[in-house]
């Protein structure tokens, strides 16, 4: 299976390198490219792993590529078309609403990702810097570790594996743990 990882380089989301960094030849766009170069990326991959800021519209560039503005959208409806017949992994705040809300398949999922303790007190509770940066190292190594199984076999390792477990006394782990999802 080709794999490409795009993520746009952003210092608050290092931490998502973890999820796609042990894969073998996998392509990592971090920006520097054309909207165009990137779906012709995406066209010749099997597996598209998507990771960073982001909305209900897409995935945020982050002024990382030719032509597009921080809060333009790399990832968007423009390349559902493209998703059919690959599978997709989508880690950004909203993905699940993205992908709902464009039928895509064969995918596995955040929803809201609170990754900062703004995001935490946006969504209404509190955590220390401590608790965000364990909940955000814990969740990418756990992915990584599962990254090449289907979107069910991931979901299913996730809910068993050390994420899961974190999430039991880690509030930020608790709240982005109940919001990760798949789609056959």
């Not at 299976?1 to 042990?22: E, G, N, R």
């Not at 570790?145 to 068993?160: F, S, V």
């Amino acid at each position: 299976m080709k794999c490409c990882s795009i993520h746009p380089s952003d210092f608050s989301t290092v931490f998502l390198k973890a999820v796609y960094q042990d894969i073998p030849d996998v392509t990592v766009i971090t920006g520097g490219m054309s909207k165009e170069e990137v779906i012709n990326e995406i066209k010749i991959h099997d597996h598209i792993i998507m990771c960073g800021h982001g909305s209900q519209s897409g995935l945020y560039a982050i002024n990382q590529f030719t032509g597009l503005g921080y809060m333009s959208y790399i990832i968007d409806k423009e390349v559902v078309e493209i998703f059919k017949g690959k599978q997709i992994t989508s880690i950004w705040c909203y993905a699940k609403d993205f992908i709902v809300n464009n039928s895509i398949s064969n995918c596995f999922m955040s929803g809201m990702f609170v990754s900062e303790c703004a995001e935490a007190s946006l969504m209404g509770f509190t955590a220390s810097q401590e608790q965000v940066d364990e909940s955000n190292w814990c969740f990418s190594k756990n992915l990584g570790e599962h990254i090449l199984k289907t979107p069910e076999e991931i979901y299913t390792a996730m809910q068993n594996g050390a994420y899961a477990k974190l999430a039991e006394t880690n509030p930020v782990a608790a709240y982005n743990f109940d919001l990760l999802d798949y789609r056959a």
